[in-house]
């Protein structure tokens, strides 16, 4: 560097005794100013190596947020476009008159992954008692019903399982597909913050005396070639590093988690899997309850009353004519593929490398520091070193990691009884993270307010069956309120003949036979 350069330039010229403040007190090429122009020095290139070194774990988290953020987010839009084009080309006009129930699922199960105030089973439970109520006026055609009625119908939405077993069982996976998926990447999004404001370390006086003494005074002594003993430079990094250090237990503890969680992606909490078939799904829903149409209708006549006949009938229209049934299957190759260009597996196992990589970063952190070449001779190079004094060994031991143990560091002045109080914020923030990642590996939300300035979503219920989600975690958990349901709307035209909804089933059934489960 040019001050080295200068510095010298200075011994060629002249050597003298001057008293320095941090080089030691014999003859020197520096000057007290000098000393100080590079104690600021030293300053700036101990944080530009800070930032070089932790820069693979900074972009880890900042690359792979964006990369499963983007993921996720064109995953729901593919899996909306995907509905949308299946029903209408199957149900046409019907499912038009009604499409809004659909848009509105969609919409919610946005909003939760963007962290909105939305709990997963109230929604899913609304999205089935709204369809039901649209539903039940189709098959009925011959009646009026009002809004109270209507509300009495939804009410038998779990009793009479209209829909057969697929509400229950697109619950456990959305739920806890949706819990595993948000919650990741709001860990991507905390570690990205957590490890990029770390990263901008203000060091102490008593370190940048130390950093001065290890990088600058051999040049003063005349001694230009000399780098700094490995020993030497972990203890002045250890000591400059301290607060850092104390984030490592909590940092694995979080990594452990996110490894967790990110193995459920893999598994049965996969929202890939879960959401390229949901058009199907909700379609064989559909089917269950045009055949068991007549004893829905029953029960619900019984508990809730006959309804008044309808003022009017409109004429029936042939099906071709009130219907779109030309239809055909979809082709797998036209499913639209996400921006991301890979599968949620792939982006999994990626990841999980990164993140094994990034264990125990901060603890590691003097160690990776002083294996550069630029600033040490090296651990094999014990003799001719910098040992903060002259040429030779170094004998002090090494210390342990963290605050605590820097009480006799022999090269840097640390004050272990103030803890840095931006540190211990984001171990704070580690460890509510880390709290909420074990709940998602059971299926299971929070309801608390996120420390990474994200916002928080509220706490669903367990997406779980015991069988399928063991519960080695055990938390306290937060009800979340509902979401508002008050959306009770029937539409004029929902007046169609049940005969022609009936003969398109029979035509949905070869859809569902050429497509299948994907």
């Known amino acids: 560097s040019v001050e080295r350069a200068q510095i010298w330039q200075n011994c060629l010229l002249r050597t003298n005794w001057e008293h320095l403040r941090i080089c030691p007190q014999e003859y020197t090429c520096c000057t007290s100013e000098m000393e100080d122009k590079l104690s600021q020095q030293s300053k700036l290139e101990f944080e530009n190596l800070v930032e070089e070194t932790s820069h693979f774990v900074r972009t880890t988290f900042v690359s792979?947020?964006?990369?499963?953020?983007?993921?996720?987010?064109?995953?729901?839009?593919?899996?909306?476009?995907?509905?949308?084009?299946?029903?209408?080309?199957?149900?046409g006009t019907l499912y038009m008159q009604n499409s809004e129930v659909f848009q509105d699922l969609f919409t919610e199960l946005k909003r939760y992954y963007t962290g909105g105030n939305v709990n997963l089973e109230e929604m899913l439970n609304d999205f089935w008692a709204r369809l039901l109520e649209r539903m039940f006026q189709l098959i009925n055609p011959q009646y009026h019903f009002t809004e109270d009625y209507l509300e009495c119908v939804s009410k038998y939405t779990d009793q009479l399982k209209p829909f057969g077993d697929v509400p229950r069982k697109l619950k456990v996976q959305v739920t806890r597909a949706f819990i595993a998926a948000r919650t990741f990447v709001q860990g991507l999004t905390v570690g990205r913050e957590v490890a990029n404001r770390v990263s901008k370390v203000s060091p102490t006086p008593g370190c940048i005396r130390a950093l001065m003494k290890m990088l600058y005074c051999p040049y003063c002594r005349g001694l230009p070639t000399v780098k700094p003993c490995n020993n030497y430079c972990l203890n002045v990094m250890k000591g400059c590093l301290a607060n850092q250090a104390d984030l490592d237990t909590e940092w694995n503890l979080f990594i452990d988690a996110m490894l967790l969680v990110a193995e459920r992606l893999e598994g049965p909490f996969n929202i890939e899997s879960v959401m390229d078939p949901i058009d199907v799904k909700i379609s064989e829903a559909i089917m269950n309850m045009q055949e068991n149409s007549m004893q829905v209708s029953a029960k619900v006549f019984q508990g809730c009353g006959q309804p008044k006949p309808a003022p009017a009938l409109r004429s029936s229209r042939s099906v071709a004519e009130n219907f779109n049934t030309?239809?055909?299957?979809?082709?797998?190759?036209?499913?639209?593929?996400?921006?991301?260009?890979?599968?949620?597996?792939?982006?999994?196992?990626?990841?999980?490398?990164?993140?094994?990589?990034?264990?125990?970063?901060?603890?590691?952190?003097?160690?990776?520091?002083?294996?550069?070449?630029?600033?040490?001779?090296?651990?094999?190079?014990?003799?001719?070193?910098?040992?903060?004094?002259?040429?030779?060994?170094?004998?002090?031991?090494?210390?342990?990691?963290?605050?605590?143990?820097?009480?006799?560091?022999?090269?840097?002045?640390?004050?272990?009884?103030?803890?840095?109080?931006?540190?211990?914020?984001?171990?704070?923030?580690?460890?509510v993270m880390t709290n909420k990642l074990k709940n998602a590996y059971n299926g299971n939300d929070v309801n608390f307010q996120d420390t990474s300035d994200e916002t928080s979503g509220s706490g669903s219920g367990s997406g779980c069956t015991d069988d399928i989600c063991p519960t080695e975690f055990d938390f306290i958990m937060t009800e979340a309120p509902p979401v508002d349901s008050d959306r009770r709307e029937v539409e004029a035209s929902a007046t169609q003949p049940s005969q022609s909804l009936q003969t398109l089933f029979f035509a949905f059934i070869s859809l569902v036979l050429q497509r299948q489960w994907r």
Request: contains cysteine; glycine residues 2%; charged residues 35%.
């Open 64 to 91: 792979r947020h964006k990369k499963f953020d983007e993921f996720f987010r064109e995953l729901l839009e593919n899996a909306e476009r995907s509905l949308n084009d299946m029903f209408v080309r199957t149900y």
């Open 326 to 431: 030309r239809f055909r299957p979809y082709n797998p190759e036209e499913r639209p593929t996400t921006a991301a260009g890979t599968s949620l597996d792939r982006l999994v196992t990626d990841i999980k490398e990164k993140l094994k990589l990034s264990k125990k970063f901060w603890s590691t952190f003097p160690y990776t520091i002083c294996k550069d070449e630029r600033v040490t001779a090296g651990s094999s190079n014990e003799e001719d070193c910098w040992n903060g004094h002259t040429k030779a060994r170094y004998l002090p031991e090494i210390m342990n990691d963290g605050l605590t143990n820097q009480i006799n560091n022999p090269e840097v002045d640390v004050d272990i009884t103030r803890p840095d109080t931006f540190i211990r914020q984001q171990i704070m923030a580690l460890r």
